[in-house]
């Protein structure tokens, strides 16, 4: 019995057992963990955002390359140039070499 009234007695009894010291930590702890807009989610969702941003930035740098590849490929020379060296095309009766480089 003793053990209990001073349990009874104690600080930390006195301030848990106020009700709204109970609801207000069952209401903190549901918002910060449990809830499904908890801060957790809220963290991965800013890490997938993050992610999908550099994405966009390194997509949008691609399509300016591409852009000015097109620009450079409307004359004719320049386009002749490109399909001979990046995809081996060939004018009729002509032969192509191939010669690849060991590293």
């Known amino acids: 019995m003793k053990f209990i009234k001073i349990i009874k007695n104690s600080r930390f009894f006195k301030i848990f057992s106020n009700i709204y ?6 209401f903190l702890i549901w918002i910060l963990f449990l ?6 989610t809220n963290l991965k969702l800013k890490s997938q955002i993050n992610e999908l941003e550099k994405k966009i930035n ?13 620009n450079t490929l409307r004359n004719l020379d320049s386009l002749e140039k490109y399909g001979r060296e990046k995809h081996f095309m ?3 009766n002509e032969e192509i070499y191939i010669i690849e ?3």
Not at 21 to 26: A, G, K, M, N
Not at 35 to 40: F, K, T, Y
Not at 58 to 70: F, R
Request: proline share 0%; no cysteine; net charge negative.
């Open 35 to 40: 809830d499904s807009n908890s801060i957790i």
């Open 90 to 92: 060939k004018k009729e």
């Open 21 to 26: 010291i109970l609801i207000s930590s069952f």
């Open 58 to 70: 390194q997509l949008k740098k691609e399509i300016e390359i591409d852009k000015k590849l097109i």
């Open 101 to 103: 480089f060991d590293d």
